[in-house]
Structure formats: C-alpha cells, structure tokens
C-alpha cells in the first residue's frame, strides 16, 4: 500500500510561513493525486488543496493566495507551502492520495491512503 509521511509542522507567529511536505512511498504507483487536509480542534476535516498527477492544483476559499501546493515527482513528494498564517490555520494536518485520474474535484472519497498528521499551530 501506499505510505505517506507528512513533516514540517510547528509553531509560528501569526503572520508567518511553514512548508509542510508530504513524502510518498510504496505502492501501487498510480496512487499520485495527493490532497492536503486539516482538523482544527472541534471542528471537521476540511480539505484545504489538491495536486492532480499532472499538476493541476486547487485551494479552498480561505487558503487561496496564501498556500501554494506543489510536487517533485522524482522524490515522490508534495509540498505545502504557508504564507501569511492565521490563528484560524491551526490544526492537525493530513495529506491523502487518491487515484492517478482523480482531477481534484472535491470528492474526499476517492483519497484511498492517509498519512498520520502534522501539527500546525500559529500563535496570535
């Protein structure tokens, strides 16, 4: 199956950045469409972008502009760069993959693979 393994949370100010990776491993190999979600304490998961396997990206409304997802397909990982943090961005960070046909349309069902998370916390 396929593994996922999400580093580069932590704590930042609010007004600052964080680039949270997703590294990738195992298979099967067609499982390339990833999606990055979020689970702020209380609240329910809510997807927050998606890189298809031919690297059409989308964003969630609150994020558009400040995150920008990205891939390196030879190291089999996705990137989650995060400018301009909020209070409101904390949460528990997951990334996903979904089926290499998958074209990111807000369907969470087909994220078949998980990673365990990465906590992200921005002081105000």
């Known amino acids: 199956q396929v593994q996922l393994v999400e580093s580069g949370g932590g704590l930042v100010q609010s007004g600052g950045s964080l680039r949270l990776s997703c590294a990738t491993s195992g298979s099967p190999l067609n499982y390339d469409a990833i999606g990055w979600f979020r689970r702020a304490p209380g609240k329910e998961r809510e997807g927050v972008s998606c890189?298809?396997?031919?690297?059409?990206?989308t964003y969630a409304d609150s994020v558009k502009g400040r995150f920008t997802i990205s891939r390196d397909n030879a190291k089999r990982t996705v990137y989650l760069q995060m400018n301009s943090l909020k209070p409101e961005d904390t949460a528990v960070y997951y990334c996903?993959?979904?089926?290499?046909?998958?074209?990111?349309?807000?369907?969470?069902?087909?994220?078949?693979?998980w990673g365990q998370g990465t906590q992200v916390t921005v002081s105000s």
């Open positions: 890189i298809s396997s031919s690297s059409s990206s």
């Open positions: 996903a993959a979904a089926p290499r046909n998958y074209r990111c349309s807000n369907d969470e069902a087909q994220f078949r693979y």
